[in-house]
């Protein structure tokens, strides 16, 4: 199964065009993350209801929306989104009651800060966390893997290397933050506190991060057993611009 990655323009999983088809999509809209008539959800349709989870979750800490946490995006928490886009428009852009990648980082940013002002001691940055979020799923809480569809999430952790979380563990924003922060203190501490091997080692795992430094850190490298290169100097700058 291919995975429909991050607000994919195919809107697999139950995003939405947004609603005049006047802009591209798809965003979270008015019936997404609804169940699929006389069938269970699909793995790419259970990531986006999980993520409307996430979203509505997210109205009630910054809005006090009151909203039920039912995954499906209806008119309520439609209106909710409207009232926050109304209050952050200058984040968010002209309201219009759904979330796209603006409205999704506005609203899930507040938790990013919180989680890492109480890891300071860490060393992790902001910027560390939020580029390596938008790196990886471009804020989209419910993105699915091209290449490897046991990739969920914003921070795109993987099922099988992760086998003690749960789909739904995987997909909460929250759990992203700290995963993310957790595994760049552990780089930091295992690569000699250098930030851009440990950000490059978010790609290319501790041990590749490794065989890539004895090689002299090349911009462009091919992984041992892989066919295909990676622009690592690319990859490491993108993720630092926060």
Known sequence: MNGRGAWNNSGLGG???YRD???PGPYYYLGTGEAPEGRERDAN???VHLAVKAYQRALNRRMKSGLLIDGYLGPV????IWD???KHEAKTGTPWGGICPDTSEALLMPDLRRIVRKRRASGVTRSMVSGTVRHESNWDAGAVGYVDPDDVGLAQINADAHPEWTTEERLQPVRCFKFIINYYANALDQLDDNLRDSIASYN???GGARTWIRAGRPDIW???GSSTPRNVKAYIDNILKG
């Open 15 to 17: 995003t939405k065009k």
């Open 21 to 23: 088809a006047t802009r």
């Open 45 to 47: 349709e259970n990531a």
């Open 77 to 80: 928490t439609s209106e909710a």
């Open 84 to 86: 926050f886009q109304v």
């Open 204 to 206: 290319l795992g501790i």
């Open 222 to 224: 091919t992984p041992p």
